[in-house]
């Protein structure tokens, strides 16, 4: 049955009505495309911070006298709060207005930003981080619910392809925007452009956006539900982040992985039990909307934990700066600017499952492609690849949020976006996880034999777990003072070994493609995609 979007005039706990936010505008009020121009404003900060202050954790590190395992929950703790609070950020929005919680989610992670700036230790840094995550996680389902209700399902997938158009952009422009800030500025700036931006989308928000709530909107909160399902949420991403410190055999990383099981049956019961469930499971009945979640996530694993290690490649490997490395990096970035709202047009004519089983076979061939790349490899057969990737990803990234937010009802709208981020955030933290240990598992086994193939001297145990290390990510692990002919072979040894680990995890990232090439078809466009509100002002 399709639902059909009305507008709710009525207060939260229907008492009261709602100002004239809740009744279609005039002028720039609930404009669709301005519409859209607003919340790319606010997505632009969250999906730029996933991948920009990477480049600035040298710079943090240094500064602040952090230790390397300190740093990494600069990434680790964003990442682990904006995986854990979406879907219940996506029920906020459908229970208060998407506009509101977008507005504060914009408002916050500005602030957050700010004083990340301002913070002298590496533990404030952290905390803020955290809290940029939550807030961020408030934005973005909230996005996508108002782009639901504004859009006519005519121009929705338009408007999905430039919102995806914008997050590729974004997380593939955060490296270079990161180097230029941090070369030529200094690693707060980085935190500080998000300030404002962020007052750019309040401003932006209060002035045009239309706050648009479905008639059946939840009017309770299924606190267990939230607990439940934020607890296995975070063991799973807790594991996924801790397993290549910890190793996959390990004890701790099986009992987080087996404590998220258990978390997501005790949740999956429960929703069967509660009045108004956080997440009604008769959602996943629809199997062209359960097969865009597993399309997001698999597409998360190639794409976030291919280019994991393209990035060390170009840098530690090829010794480009990080200006250079993202500047080669623009093909990719390129292809998704101009293929999603090209995706968006094409899946509105022809449906979703030929341009989203097409853009995965692309996404496969070319992370067959990127198992190819040498030492030498020049910059044209690279920039082949990358746009190809490119290429692959826009219509997915378009197409699997189509499928994922148009077969939900309306008044689930924010539930459907936070189920859409938090399949990519789980995917890109499986494959970073996954891939690494493939990368880690050859370099391993790898290493010894060409390191003595080359005639250098044995390592003990211990030297050669820390030459394994910087391996890993295209370090040679040369000591200081060792004469320049030991220091060639060395280097020759370590990315040779280095380039061996990413063509085996470049190949698991392709066939993880394929398979999703095979979940594409069981995709449908959404049955519930209605014409919003903002219709008429198309």
């Not at 929950?73 to 906020?92: D, E």
């Not at 949420?233 to 992985?257: E, Y």
């Not at 959602?283 to 393209?310: K, Y």
């Amino acid at each position: 049955m399709t639902s059909q979007t009305t507008i709710d005039t009525t207060g939260p706990g229907g008492e009261a009505p709602v100002p004239s936010d809740a009744t279609p505008g005039k002028g720039l009020r609930g404009h669709p495309w301005l519409t859209l121009i607003t919340v790319a404003v606010g997505v632009m900060m969250v999906a730029l911070d996933g991948t920009i202050v990477a480049i600035a954790n040298p710079a943090i590190q240094k500064d602040l006298g952090a230790t390397f395992a300190e740093v990494q929950w600069i990434t680790n703790g964003y990442f682990l709060a904006l995986a854990v609070a979406l879907i219940t950020a996506g029920k906020l929005g459908d229970r208060f207005g998407h506009r509101q919680t977008f507005l504060i989610g914009v408002v916050g992670f500005a602030a957050a930003s700010g004083a990340i700036g301002l913070s002298d230790s590496i533990a404030l840094v952290v905390t803020f981080r955290v809290l940029q995550g939550l807030f961020g996680a408030l934005l973005m389902p909230a996005a996508l619910g108002l782009l639901r209700a504004t859009f006519p399902a005519e121009k929705l997938n338009m408007a999905i392809g430039i919102w995806g158009m914008v997050i590729g952009a974004s997380t593939a422009g955060g490296p270079i925007l990161g180097g230029v800030l941090v070369e030529h500025v200094n690693w707060q700036s980085v935190f500080f452009i998000n300030v404002p931006v962020g007052v750019l989308a309040v401003v932006l928000g209060v002035l045009i956006l239309l706050d648009h709530r479905a008639e059946n909107a939840p009017r309770s909160f299924d606190l267990l539900g939230i607990a439940l399902l934020s607890a296995a949420m975070f063991c799973l991403v807790w594991a996924l982040i801790k397993a290549p410190d910890w190793g996959w055999g390990d004890g701790r990383t099986w009992a987080f992985i087996v404590a998220s099981v258990v978390g997501f049956a005790l949740f999956a019961f429960w929703e069967t039990k509660v009045r108004e469930p956080l997440i009604p499971l008769a959602l996943f009945r629809s199997v062209p909307l359960s097969a865009g979640v597993v399309l997001m996530i698999l597409m998360a694993i190639a794409f976030m934990g291919g280019l994991f290690f393209v990035t060390f490649y170009l840098q530690n490997v090829h010794g480009m700066s990080p200006i250079d490395a993202g500047l080669h990096l623009l093909p990719l970035t390129g292809m998704m600017i101009v293929g999603s709202p090209l995706a968006g047009a094409m899946i509105t004519k022809v449906g979703p499952r030929v341009p989203l089983a097409g853009g995965m076979a692309l996404t496969a061939i070319a992370m067959y492609g990127m198992s190819t790349l040498e030492t030498d490899t020049g910059s044209g057969l690279m920039s082949l690849w990358f746009a190809l990737l490119g290429l692959g990803l826009a219509p997915v990234m378009v197409g699997a949020t189509e499928v994922i937010v148009g077969n939900a009802p309306m008044e689930l709208s924010g539930v459907a976006g936070g189920l859409q981020q938090a399949a990519m955030q789980i995917g890109g933290s499986l494959g970073t996880a996954v891939l690494g240990a493939v990368m880690a598992s050859k370099v391993d086994s790898d290493l010894a034999g060409n390191w003595t193939k080359a005639g250098l001297p044995p390592l003990t145990p211990e030297q050669e777990h820390q030459a394994s290390e910087a391996v890993q990510v295209g370090v040679p692990p040369v000591p200081p003072g060792t004469p320049d002919a030991i220091a060639a072979k060395i280097t020759g040894v370590a990315h040779d070994t280095f380039i061996s680990g990413m063509s085996a995890a470049s190949l698991v990232a392709a066939g993880v493609a394929a398979v999703a090439v095979l979940i594409a078809f069981l995709t449908k466009r959404g049955e519930n995609a209605q014409a919003g509100t903002g219709a008429a002002h198309i």
